[in-house]
């Protein structure tokens, strides 16, 4: 980080009132902190109140930036570092993400949802990721089951997937 | 779950799953399972499952076995496979893989793609017999009912099997005689080496056609007849040639 350089931290508040303070930098990892920012609002003591997203999972997305926005600063500071420590960094990095997101599915939820609001796309992707990884090589009722999904396709529409089959595509010669 | 978040999670999961897992598990998930942007990049390769290169499309695979029981089909096929794939593209595929088997009647798959997917830019093609390569042309000059733009680019891989490496470049002259032709190395992603020893990879615009050969590795007893093809159309048409053997 450059010296001198002041110190400027923003509040982010939580629907149910917590609020959680992180530096400006780590904070604009959010796009939708960055657009508040932009047109002047958010600086002040009220912070940026963010709508829809309990303190839990707000605090969890505070950690996620405060990381990766350390990461980062700390990856710019010693640029003419070796590529060596900079691949290990990386890969630090990526394992911390994996222990990061290692989540029961109804946290992983909220913070993928919460992630998408705030635009911060590095945890959308895990998130997404995280989910996929949960889904792959998994029959449908194996997904229904792990995720918690009911199924709410009707009799008749179940009918209808078997007709829609894709085989109505295939060749009948 | 938003449908948005849904897509984006689907994007990240292997094709077969969102054909064959994801659209039966509820109605927004179905819904978001059918958004076109999930069937832009068609990998088929045959391979999959750790199994060799032919197995992912067969009856008695697990991909043939999930379609069986969940949606009825009663002979799983990658003809039918191919083509719930290009239905689901609608006509928005970019990039397509196909298998080293097509199935008993190439010809109508590459009859499908090249109608049905005016967008592609990247084709790996198995090797295929002389009459089938003579379809080609058709994948890569821009279909007769699309208008071409200029800047459109249409990239083609041409994979083969070693011993069909010099049948592919002798059906592919007719494409170097029917446009100019120029010769380039392009940076490649490294194809898979197990199935695709060749790669033959072809950028065609609307008029010139770029032809990019790399990983090219022939059985050693043609490669000095590879080489000097692929000069041969270099000094022909060319502006620049590379051939990383």
């Not at chain 1, 796009?31 to 940026?48: H, L, S």
């Amino acid at each position: 980080m450059a010296a001198g350089k002041p110190v400027v931290m923003v509040t982010l508040v939580s629907s149910d009132g917590q609020s959680f303070q992180l530096l400006e930098e780590a904070a604009l990892l959010s796009a939708m902190v960055r657009d508040t920012i932009q047109i002047g609002q958010g600086r002040g003591p009220a912070g940026i109140p963010i709508r829809n997203i309990t303190g839990q999972t707000l605090s969890m997305v505070v950690v996620y930036c405060n990381k990766h926005y350390t990461a980062a600063a700390a990856a710019d500071g010693d640029d003419a570092a070796d590529e060596e420590k900079k691949v290990a960094n990386k890969k630090q990095l990526r394992e911390w993400d994996e222990q990061f997101i290692n989540l029961e599915q109804d946290k992983l939820y909220d913070i993928l949802v919460a992630a998408n609001n705030l635009g911060i796309d590095g945890l959308v992707d895990l998130c997404c990721w995280r989910f996929a990884d949960m889904m792959k090589g998994k029959s449908a009722s194996e997904i229904r089951v792990k995720l918690g999904i009911r199924d709410d396709f009707t009799s008749e529409q179940r009918a209808q997937i078997e007709k829609d089959s894709p085989w109505v595509w295939s060749r009948t010669t | 779950m938003d449908e948005d978040c849904l897509v984006e999670i689907f994007r990240r999961l292997p094709l077969d799953d969102v054909a064959a897992a994801a659209p039966l598990v509820c109605r927004s998930w179905r819904a978001a399972a059918r958004d076109p942007s999930l069937w832009r990049k068609l990998e088929l390769l045959g391979g999959g499952g750790g199994g060799g290169g032919t197995t992912r499309f067969m009856p008695w695979s697990p991909l043939g076995v999930a379609f069986a029981s969940r949606y009825g089909v009663r002979r799983f096929s990658f003809a039918g496979y191919l083509r719930l794939c290009v239905a689901r593209a609608g006509g928005a595929a970019v990039e397509l893989s196909l298998p080293p088997l097509l199935g008993p009647a190439p010809a109508h798959e590459l009859d499908l793609v090249s109608l049905r997917c005016p967008e592609l830019r990247k084709v790996a093609l198995p090797a295929l017999s002389v009459g089938d390569d003579a379809r080609l042309p058709d994948i890569v000059l821009e279909p007769r009912d699309t208008p071409a733009s200029s800047n459109t680019r249409s990239q083609l891989a041409l994979a083969s099997r070693r011993s069909h490496v010099l049948t592919i470049i002798g059906g592919w002259s007719f494409v170097f005689r029917a446009v100019r032709a120029t010769i380039a190395a392009a940076p490649s992603p490294a194809p898979p080496r197990s199935q695709w020893s060749t790669i033959f990879s072809v950028v065609a615009a609307a008029s010139p056609v770029v032809v990019a050969c790399h990983g090219l590795l022939p059985p050693r007893r043609h490669t000095s007849r590879v080489i000097s093809t692929v000069f041969f159309l270099a000094i022909a048409a060319p502006t620049c040639c590379a051939v990383p053997v």
